[in-house]
């Protein structure tokens, strides 16, 4: 699939024409001119600003708002190229009903490309979460003509973007090609100033390649094993890299779904870009998947406090780089400032600038949607809103992740009862061979602020509708299960308890209680009347689960189960020690949150002491002299009380950190 020269859209404001010819002729020695890379990226199908889980307008999020940051951006750098980072397919009930309840036909354009089409985008890059829902329909949306196993090699061209789709790094099994184009090269008009003062027309070859996370191979393993294969970012960028610079391109733009990380670079290195840019021949770079704004100047997270990387400039290794965060919240705005050399156009770095610019403005308040995208996809936004209404059962108390990281596990017991029935039935039917094995389930908070205050999962009492499934369990995961012992549960659960810092029980300063750098989704946690535990935070990591017991005895070592989980987290996502692929027993057929839903249909009624009261966990008591504090969503505490949970207090009604957030703490010598 590697084209022999370039590739090259066709958008009214560019230069048609696909000849990459030396431009020395064209173009003055000394000319200068300013290109803008604009990023989207993780939009995760939330086109409009609105909560599908919640059915109510949500300001901060959707591509509508950041489609009003784009047109001013447009506005201020005439020359720029708009690129999205990927996960763009996957993460609303928007993208589950296009997919999975009423798939979209051949001749339809997803809603998502729909409003990307709309605003022009000129190159995307893929994600790990575009092979959620499989190849066919990937393969379908993108208008591809994927030559893997599972694809009808007679599969018609379908509807899609009206732009090129980038990915250097997966490949087809059958034919060692990767799966999409590897890279493009944009030939673009720009406006720019010769070394006399004077306007002038100039032409510029912009190479675009992609990079996806390698560990989607795990991820995804039900949809991709056998199918496609991975290569490293860093040795992939180091092949590709030199042919498009033999081809003519400029300039080259990476597109790196994944974050940064210093650790030692290896082939399967979900977030490899710190090393990535240490790759001669690169001079930006694109990337996402951590959902974060890059720059950030006051950002404590350590990957940006690496050597080499300036977290206020946005610049790795001297490459300047920006992650636009999540869910449209921000444009990522690379302000390039180019001299053209006689030969071709280079980067000034001294005055290239770096942005991840916000929907939110400094009082507080949104920028407006642009009434260019609702308009699009009014029809699909409605009978998405129809869908998710559909009430599947009632409950009698409130199942929230506001204080699910401190132990409140109301919207976290559901699950693990789904997850467990129905492995222990599917075991009677299909798996004799383990009818002796007790069954337990992990779960975890998938929504814990991490976004701001709107990102919690919260379902009022009353009806149960599919809507709040959709919300007790995020994502379109398999339930799988995995076998293990005893030893091996607590090393999933000591892995589980990093996402809480290390606390010095002499220090008198305010310590934080989270380690945000390890994310709420990753917090499996137990809710068995059979299993109790204590997590004591003031221990080192990986010696902090303590009093480990099943049935009111020490857990021996050697005490088999069957463990329910989902796909991502069976096959290695997370990093989990063990869980690799090699311990699944059962790989479901049904999605985690159909099983979820099935429960609920047939459970009906839901309760607080049946469905949401039963805590595995608590905290080791800990008398500490300064105060433990975390975040949540502000005027909750009833909520706390509900969940048990007294030694909970409001410290401030906001703790400053412009998401919205109340500053809490927690005594742990309760």
Known sequence: ????????????????????????????????????????????????????????????????????????????????????????????????????????????????????????????????????????????????????????????????????????????????????????????????????????????????????????????????????????????????????????????????????????????????????????????????????????????????????????KGTVFGVPTVMANLWGKNLGVIGLHLKYDGARWVVDKSRTTVEARSTRRQDGSYVAADSLIAPLVAAEHAATISYVKTPVGTSDFRMTSYFADVGDISAIQLVNQAQTAYVQDYVKANLPQYAA?????????????????????????????????????????????????GAGLKAWLEKSAERFNRIDPAATAPQELINSAFAGFNFDMLTSADVTYQIDVSQPVGQRIVALHYKGAPLSPSQEFLVATNSYRAAGGGAFPGLDGSRTVIAAPDSSRDVLIAYIQKTRQLTRARNGATRSWRFAPVATKGAVVFHSAPGLLDLAREAGLAGVSQLRQDDGGGKGHALYSIDLSK
Not at 146 to 155: K, L, Q, S, W, Y
Not at 176 to 195: C, D, E, K, N, V
Not at 441 to 468: H, Q
């Open 1 to 312: 699939m590697r084209p022999n020269h370039c590739a090259c859209l066709l958008l009214p404001v560019l230069l048609s024409g696909c000849a990459l010819a030396p431009q020395g002729s064209l173009t003055p020695s000394g000319a200068e001119a300013t290109l803008a890379l604009l990023e989207t990226t993780d939009l995760h199908a939330n086109v409009l600003s609105y909560d599908y889980y919640k059915l109510q307008a949500d300001p901060a999020i959707g591509l509508e708002r950041t489609a009003t940051l784009i047109r001013q951006a447009r506005a201020e750098y005439p020359n720029n190229l708009l690129l999205d980072n990927g996960d763009a397919l996957q993460g609303t009930a928007l993208a589950d009903y296009q997919a999975l309840v009423k798939p979209a036909a051949c001749g339809d354009t997803l809603a998502i490309y729909k409003a990307m089409n709309a605003l022009g985008v000129d190159g995307a890059g893929v994600g790990n979460h575009e092979f959620n829902y499989g190849l066919p329909y990937l393969n379908q949306v993108t208008a591809s003509h994927f030559d893997v196993d599972g694809v009808p090699p007679d599969a018609p061209r379908c509807a899609g973007p009206n732009f090129p789709i980038v990915l250097a790094n997966i490949y087809s099994a059958r034919t060692h090609q990767p799966l999409f184009a590897p890279y493009r090269i944009l030939t673009r008009q720009i406006s720019a100033t010769g070394a006399d003062g004077k306007p002038l027309k100039a032409s510029i070859n912009i190479g675009i390649i992609g990079f996806a996370p390698p560990g989607v191979l795990s991820w995804d393993k039900q949809w991709l094993a056998g199918k496609v294969y991975a290569e490293g970012v860093r040795e992939t960028a180091q092949k590709y890299i030199p042919r498009m610079r033999a081809e003519g391109a400029d300039l080259v733009v990476a597109i790196s779904h994944g974050g940064l990380d210093g650790a030692p670079y290896t082939a399967e290195m979900e977030n490899a870009n710190y090393h990535l840019a240490q790759v001669p021949g690169i001079d930006a770079m694109l990337i996402g998947h951590e959902h974060l704004p890059f720059p950030d100047a006051a950002s404590q997270r350590a990957a940006f406090n690496l050597p080499g990387v300036d977290k206020a």
């Open 437 to 485: 094995l007790p069954v337990l389930s992990m779960a975890s908070p998938f929504k814990t602020g991490a976004a701001g205050v709107a990102d919690y999962t919260d379902v009022k009492p009353g009806a149960v509708a599919l809507n709040n499934a959709a919300d007790l369990y995020l994502y379109p995961n398999a339930l799988h299960a995995v076998k293990l012992d």
